[in-house]
């Protein structure tokens, strides 16, 4: 679902433009990615064991990360509206996934076969239930500011936000709470020390379905046109009978529902949620939406599993790693230069707010 | 325009389609349908029942609405003679039954209130910066007020200047120029670090003195008059707002407040991890332990002793003096300085409001294609508004840190941004005494409020003998996210709102609007 193409805009590149000698801005970014190419063919000299097995990770991070991104693309396509409570609604989604698993389910470690069908169950039912909660949002917080400046939606998502983090905290106090750790963690093949567990095959086994739904769904089927001609202009489909509060109503509720999977999938694989996980994992969900291009579902993966990777990069490598503390920043600063040197995304097309 | 007002407006124009559709509009036409006295009977009587109701919960909230609704009736009483006699009995009830500050606050309230208009403008805020500066000597003599507890005491008071200051700063950047910021912590962190660095132990091998009182001449590390320093801060800050305000201000709305989102989270990280800056060894913030002590704030001994000891040498070990009761504390001097800070940052607010460059930020925030065809340089512009916007942050930052003799990365993470952007659309954008009354109240709230509130909860609010016993304050930033959506959604321009940004939030000034189905065809 891309954002519409700009047609005669000064910012959009034109043929004389494109053929330009590369500005000091763009010298900067290239110089930038190159020494990051640099300090990662090091890393994959050094110890390449350690790289890939840190590679597998991040990838496995990075599908949790592309089910949250795609819910603030498919959200941003459509309403032009950062999600803040897109983060939040996930770290719910967890919070769903232990108390629907747990208590509903009695799911426990160590259960056998019988694990599967009870996390499938606890898959739809969180999925479900934060589909409704996102919607359910929607409905409250944005509808009736559909009009107003784009400031005010943005600023109620952020109190939303936080609302809803204190739902987190009112609901299971301030401490981490567990899951069980039902994926199994033996490994699947472990080639010259790249280990490679049963956990992070799960999470990549339930993710991919998901997004090949995600895509049916929008690409193929009647709904799914409804929101891509919504997302391009409201007005014009209004027009052709698309019921457009409906279809924005929908778009969340898939939102919430990505949110959701990712929610089961964060719980169960990392074993621990807290209140406040949510806004942060979701920024950086974020950033992985725009770093593919916001807008663009296949941009939103890619970035995500990008993101995903340079995190796990960060943290695992060893020849001048700066380490998890200073992922977040480092995470920001990607977004701060994505939106400086290419605010159209990797995939996405360039728009007069990004230009 | 929100689905009420879109109600009313159908009802006003064309009343008799639509009165009797809607159980809202049948109640508001019944209504209509009484006479005068039936009305202020039935709203009298309503609020006695409440007042006799919340009198079993505390008896003193019972009184409380009982005043609030007597000064709501006698407001609105022809003047002479009926309101005055009105609010003379009602000072005199408070004089002789109950508390007797309650009685001179009402005093001064309704003596206010009776100064002509043409000079009201004027005696206002004169009579509010009078009451300001004493509220050291009266503090401890106030009443209690119901679930809120009693009044604030200095310290808090400077908490508040502090805050009212930085949301009069970030006034300018989003409610002037309409740059939403999310990341003006950073701004704070900025002011705070650039005040510990040269007022403290944290540069030990150097050592270099520049007016510092109150410490060993020989003690190492950099060590600057506070004075210089809150300048100082003030101007530091200003460039890093440009730094980041250059890259970024290019983009519009939405993605420059998730970059600055993202530049306050940076800041907080380096602040966090700089024990060690970048993997250097160099001890830049001293990491999770932060900065402390930081030196005093004070004139010096000369000036003080020139002076005849007016303006006191030190503000940590001064004071034995007693005036009109009171024993001044140091606390005091701090209270009355950041009252000075604050009154010059309003009047640079102000003066900046009309200005050539005001206009420019408002014609920014109202459409900003049209601002630029009509001349007005954008990125210098909006540069300007980060910039201003920037240098209060920082000298409130400096100025806090100084007072809490430390400055600690936690003090600087996102919730606090939201904290002082909540202020900022409380109390209305772009109108400096809805920001400041906004802004004294939350910070207020948060530093008492929540708490004096939840003990009032938990004492006086119980099913037989089960108490909720609900840590309030443990729930702040969820009750600054329901008042931001509150506001939001019923009243978007603020409690105090300024009547321009009324008008745009109500119009929607927004170039392309997030279309409405359900009210399409209805606004033309």
């Known amino acids: 679902m891309s954002r519409k193409p700009v047609a005669a805009d000064a910012s959009a590149p034109t043929l004389a433009t494109r053929f330009k000698r590369p ?138 936000s936080f609302i809803i983090e204190d739902v987190g905290l009112a609901w299971k106090g301030p401490n981490y709470i567990t ?44 709904q799914g046109k409804a929101m891509r001609a919504t997302a391009q202009d409201k007005e014009a489909a209004a027009i052709m009978g698309i019921n457009v509060n409906r279809t924005i109503s929908f778009t969340f509720l ?102 | ?48 029942v409440l007042a006799a109701l919340l009198f079993f919960i505390d008896h003193s909230l019972g009184f409380a609405v009982v005043t609030v609704a007597a000064l709501y009736w006698i407001n609105r009483l022809p003047p002479l003679p009926w309101k005055l006699a009105g609010q003379a009995l009602l000072v005199a009830v408070f004089l002789v039954a109950g508390p007797r500050s309650l009685a001179v606050v009402l005093a001064v309230a309704f003596a206010t209130f009776w100064i002509p208009k043409q000079y009201r403008v004027w005696a206002g805020p004169a009579v509010a ?76 091998h150097v050592t270099w003195h520049f007016g510092a009182v109150g410490i060993d001449p020989k003690l190492p590390g950099i060590h600057v008059t506070i004075w210089l320093l809150l300048l100082l801060a003030g101007v530091i800050t200003a460039l890093f707002g440009i730094i980041i305000g250059l890259p970024t201000l290019r983009l519009r709305g939405d993605y420059l407040a998730i970059v600055t989102l993202g530049f306050g989270e940076i800041i907080y990280d380096v602040a966090r991890n700089s024990d060690n800056f970048i993997g250097t060894g160099f001890n830049l913030t001293n990491g999770p332990n932060g900065i402390t002590p930081l030196d005093s704030i004070g004139f010096g001994n000369s000036l003080s002793h020139w002076t005849g000891g007016l303006l006191p040498a030190n503000y940590l070990s001064c004071c034995n003096a007693k005036y009109l009761g009171h024993q001044i504390q140091s606390t005091d001097l701090f209270f009355w300085t950041a009252i000075v800070l604050l009154l010059i940052t309003v009047f640079c607010s102000l003066r900046l409001q009309y200005s050539r460059l005001g206009r420019a930020w408002i014609a920014i925030r109202e459409d900003e294609t049209a601002a630029a065809a009509m001349g007005i340089p ?29 400055t600690f990365p936690g003090d600087f993470y996102f919730n606090i941004s939201v904290f002082i952007l909540c202020m900022v659309i409380l109390g209305g954008m772009g ?52 008042i931001i959506l509150i506001v939001m959604l019923f009243r978007p321009e603020g409690l105090i709102p300024s009547r321009r940004v009324a008008a745009e939030m109500h119009e929607g000034v927004h170039d392309e609007p997030l279309y409405d189905i359900a009210h399409a065809g209805s606004d033309g």
């Open chain 2, 1 to 48: 325009m929100t689905e009420h007002q879109e109600e009313i407006a159908a009802t006003d124009d064309d009343g008799a389609i639509h009165d009797n559709v809607g159980i809202r509009n049948e109640l508001r036409a019944r209504w209509q349908a009484l006479a005068f006295k039936e009305r202020i009977a039935i709203v009298v009587g309503l609020e006695l």
């Open chain 2, 378 to 406: 954008l990125m210098r512009t909006k540069t300007w508004a980060y910039a201003s916007g920037a240098f209060f942050g920082g000298v409130a930052g400096a100025y806090y840190a100084v007072f809490k003799s430390a």
């Open chain 1, 254 to 355: 898939i939102a919430g529902a990505l949110a959701g999977a990712a929610g089961l999938l964060y719980s169960l694989y990392v074993t621990t949620v807290r209140f406040d996980q949510g806004f942060q994992l979701g920024l950086i969900a974020f950033t992985a939406a725009v770093f593919g291009g916001i807008g663009n579902l296949p941009g939103a993966v890619l970035g995500a599993v990008l993101i995903g990777c340079i995190q796990a990069f960060n943290e695992g490598l060893s020849w001048h790693a700066p380490g998890s503390d200073w992922t977040e920043a480092i995470v920001f600063s990607i977004l701060i230069m994505i939106l400086v040197f290419r605010p159209e995304g990797l995939l996405g097309e360039r728009t007069p707010e990004g230009g």
């Open chain 1, 23 to 160: 500005s000091a801005i763009s010298t900067v970014g290239l110089v930038l990615v190159a020494l990051l190419l640099f300090w990662l063919g090091v890393n994959l000299v050094k110890a390449p064991s350690v790289f890939f097995t840190v590679f597998l990770i991040g990838f496995t991070t990075g599908c949790v990360y592309a089910l949250v991104a795609l819910g603030y693309t498919l959200v941003y396509g459509i309403l032009e509206l950062i999600n803040f409570a897109h983060g939040d609604v996930f770290m719910l989604g967890g919070m769903f996934t232990i108390t629907f698993g747990t208590q509903l389910f009695g799911l426990k470690q160590g259960q056998g076969i019988v694990t599967v069908p009870i996390v499938f169950a606890t898959l739809l039912l969180s999925m479900l239930a934060c589909g409704l909660l996102n919607a359910g949002i929607e409905l409250i917080a944005y509808r009736p500011l559909r009009n107003a400046p784009r400031l005010a939606p943005l600023i109620t998502a952020i109190g939303v």
């Open chain 1, 179 to 222: 899951a069980p750790s039902v994926f199994p963690q033996s490994q699947i093949f472990n080639f010259y020390g790249v280990a490679y567990e049963w956990n992070k095959l799960i999470v990549v086994a339930i993710t991919v379905p998901v997004l090949l739904a995600l895509l049916y769904l929008v690409q193929r089927t009647r």
């Open chain 2, 129 to 204: 910066i009078v009451l300001a500066v004493l509220y050291p000597f009266y503090q401890s003599k106030m009443f209690t007020v119901p679930v809120f507890g009693v009044w604030p005491d200095v310290a808090t008071g400077v908490y508040m200047i502090v805050f009212v200051m930085m949301a009069v700063g970030l006034n300018i950047v989003v409610g002037y120029a309409g740059l939403l910021d999310l990341g003006y912590v950073a701004f704070y962190a900025t002011g705070a670090y650039t005040a510990a660095w040269f007022a403290s132990l944290q540069f030990a």
């Open chain 2, 431 to 482: 109108n400096i005494t809805g920001v400041i009354v906004g802004g004294a109240f939350l910070a207020y709230l948060n530093e008492e409020g929540l708490a004096n509130t939840g003990a009032w909860i938990n004492a006086n609010i119980h099913i037989g003998s089960h108490h909720p016993n609900l840590d309030v304050p443990l729930y702040a930033s969820g009750i600054y996210g329901l």
